[in-house]
């Protein structure tokens, strides 16, 4: 499905968030015809970190990540494009592996350096609740700075 002017979050996760990792990511979704149309360095508290991960509640590990997140500071971009969400989702793949050799960054499954909104299949259906729950969390974010 392609969908002109669709939305989608990328975040840059606590431990990564440094002007280079920033430019780069920008740049790199920039040239795949993605416009930044909201950005912002954010906190994530035990809350609305709990809703990030929503989906992962039932995992073992749904703490860690809650910890994780909650953990430093993370930064946050609205992107808008033609068909958002796959063009981001395949970028911050690619990303993922260059900027860690780039920057010889340490990561793991848990502690990776980008996350991007994704699609849930619901039978035959994808919802856009992933995209439209993380865009809401990092408005309320960012207006819980003001």
């Not at 969400?85 to 900027?99: D, G, Q």
């Amino acid at each position: 499905m392609i969908i002109d002017k669709e939305l989608c979050y990328v975040m840059i996760k606590p431990g990564f968030v440094n002007k280079e990792i920033i430019n780069d990511t920008k740049k790199a979704l920039e040239n795949k015809g993605m416009r930044v149309i909201n950005e912002s360095k954010i906190k994530y508290d035990e809350e609305c970190a709990r809703l990030h991960y929503i989906e992962k509640q039932i995992k073992p590990y749904f703490k860690e990540l809650v910890d994780y997140l909650v953990s430093d500071y993370a930064y946050g971009m609205i992107l808008e494009g033609r068909d958002a969400v796959t063009v981001c989702r395949n970028t911050v793949e690619e990303l993922r592996t260059s900027l860690k050799e780039k920057y010889h960054l340490d990561t793991d499954v848990m502690r990776n350096i980008l996350h991007c909104s994704s699609r849930t299949k619901v039978g035959k259906e994808m919802l856009e609740l992933d995209t439209q729950r993380e865009l809401a969390l990092f408005c309320y974010l960012e207006e819980q700075k003001r």
